[in-house]
């Protein structure tokens, strides 16, 4: 199993089944987003939890590189607005990577 913590914005990683764009790295969260049938998702992964989820705070999107930067500002507790996230207690999961790819 690959260690969560070698993650690097560009890559996609496979957690479980399905196939993650790694968006943005910032220790110890990583956002990852993917499209399925036109509509996006996302993940945030905690890397010293090893967990990983969706995040709290509603409003905020994770569809742009602007939306993202700030999902990862809230989620360190340095929103503009003092919007903050963490990972949902309630709907995460254990991190499971079965694979990485470097995406030129």
């Known amino acids: 199993m690959v260690n969560a913590k070698s993650l690097k914005v560009g890559q996609k990683v496979k957690l479980n089944k399905s196939w993650w764009f790694v968006r943005a790295v910032r220790h110890p969260f990583v956002i990852c987003t993917q499209s399925m049938f036109g509509k996006g998702y996302y993940t945030i992964i905690d890397v010293d939890q090893n967990i990983r989820?969706?995040?709290?705070?509603?409003?905020?999107?994770?569809?742009?590189?602007?939306?993202?930067?700030?999902?990862?500002?809230?989620?360190?507790?340095?929103?503009?607005?003092?919007?903050?996230?963490?990972?949902?207690?309630?709907?995460?999961?254990?991190?499971?990577?079965?694979?990485?790819?470097?995406v030129a």
Do not use: F, Y
Request: charged content about 25%; aromatic content about 2%.
């Open 53 to 102: 989820g969706e995040g709290t705070s509603w409003g905020l999107g994770h569809n742009t590189d602007e939306q993202i930067e700030s999902s990862m500002l809230a989620l360190h507790g340095e929103h503009p607005e003092d919007i903050q996230q963490e990972i949902s207690r309630r709907n995460h999961c254990a991190v499971s990577i079965t694979g990485i790819k470097d």
